[in-house]
């Protein structure tokens, strides 16, 4: 009898470094493709998506955390045939909207689950059920890794949260297509907003003093 949940799971990259010109996968990244090497293992998905590139160094930059997953993968004896890769997406909407394609034209999926460290589930499920309502399979849910997290990083997901329910919600007729560089734009134009806030207030104390 079948175990399977979901036919494909969507890994999210979570960093990598350089360590003597190395590209070294973070603790959240290996962490990320154990959970979906258990997942593979016992049957509760039959292929891995690996999503992310990472931190942007520059044009020279030779790997990305979605081929340091999927290598991973790879020498823990996952066949080959069983991994996408996509390595292209900077942020989550961008894992979720880049693969999305690969999801549905190149395998043909129906059925999805995600899988990230615990206090990013919350956003990563919300982008995931945006993503998914827009295209022909389903997002059944997510599996936690074993990451280890502290208070701070549910913290900083809450506002994370809070700046991704916004930036949906004001793009409800983005094609999935677009929504990836939409989000950057969101962001640098976030970014912007609180720079000019800072320097304003920043101006008006000086004046005040």
């Known amino acids: 009898m079948s175990n399977t949940i979901a036919e ?15 590209y070294v996968m973070s603790s959240g990244s290996r962490a990320n493709a154990d959970e979906s090497l258990e997942l593979l293992q016992d049957g509760t998905i039959e292929k ?30 996952v066949p080959v045939r069983l991994i996408e890769v996509e390595d292209t997406s900077t942020s989550a909407v961008g894992n979720w909207a880049n693969s999305a394609p690969i999801i549905e034209h190149v395998l043909g999926a129906e059925s999805v689950i995600g899988i990230t460290a615990k ?14 309502a827009r295209s022909n399979f389903e997002l059944i849910g997510y599996s936690p890794s074993d990451m280890q997290s502290k208070f701070k990083d549910y913290l900083r997901e809450f506002i994370n949260f809070r700046l991704a329910l916004r930036f ?18 969101y962001k640098s134009e976030l970014g912007l907003a609180i720079l ?5 207030r920043n101006a008006a104390v000086s004046k005040a003093a």
């Open 8 to 22: 494909v799971g969507l890994v999210h990259g979570s960093g990598f470094e350089v360590v003597n010109g190395t």
């Open 48 to 77: 891995v998506v690996c999503s992310g590139r990472g931190p942007i160094q520059d044009d020279r930059q030779k790997s990305s955390e979605a081929s340091l997953m999927a290598d991973h993968l790879i020498r823990s004896g």
């Open 119 to 132: 206090p990013n589930i919350n956003r990563m499920h919300l982008i995931g059920s945006f993503v998914a």
């Open 168 to 185: 949906l919600s004001a793009n409800n007729d983005t094609p999935i297509s677009q929504l990836s560089e939409k989000y950057e734009e």
């Open 196 to 200: 000019k806030n800072f320097v304003h």
